[in-house]
């Protein structure tokens, strides 16, 4: 009898940024530098389009399994307006918006083939609270930025390890558009 190791995982589904994007995103971050602040390192910025948590190393055969089969066009995403999450009055995280119809398609898309429900929102988390935030911080989100544009051609199944100096992102699969 043979014994097989189960190893698991804590996984997403993500785009990657560009270069250009994260540059720019990373000097937006240093505009709104406050002590309550921990900005997202520009290494680990990325569109989120689905987060599967903890996934064995059999689970994940299945997953890739469903992904190979989505198929999409390459498409441009646009990087526009700040939000936060939960409310202005309790500031968690706080996030840039995107606009594009084709990844909506893509998250809805990748949802339905993993049987997962549908719950996705455009968004690129760049900064998370520690504490409440001053007033003057508090007038810079709300004012309105656009980041700029970058084509999307692949999307990736990620892992994540969890480390004291933060997360470490790699990729165990990628699937790219036809």
Known sequence: MSWGVIIFMRCFIAIDLNKEIKKKISEFQSSIKDTALRMVSPENLHITLLFLGEQSNEEIGRIDKHLKHISFQPFTIKIQG?????????????????????????????????????????????????????????????????????????????????????????????????
Do not use: M
């Not at 706080?94 to 898309?109: F, M, N, T, V, Y």
């Not at 504490?131 to 990620?158: H, P």
């Not at 470490?168 to 699969?173: G, I, L, N, R």
């Open 82 to 178: 700040l939000g936060v999450f939960p409310n202005e009055n309790l500031i968690r995280v706080l996030w840039l918006g995107i606009e594009s119809p084709e990844l909506i398609a893509l998250a809805r898309d990748i949802h339905k083939s993993l049987g997962k429900k549908y719950d996705f929102s455009a968004h690129l988390t760049i900064a998370r609270a520690k504490g409440k935030l001053d007033r003057e911080t508090t007038k810079k989100i709300n004012k309105e930025i656009e980041i700029g544009c970058q084509e999307v051609s692949s999307f990736r199944l990620k892992k994540s390890t969890l480390t004291p100096s933060g997360p470490v992102y790699e990729d165990v699969f990628a699937y790219n558009s036809i």
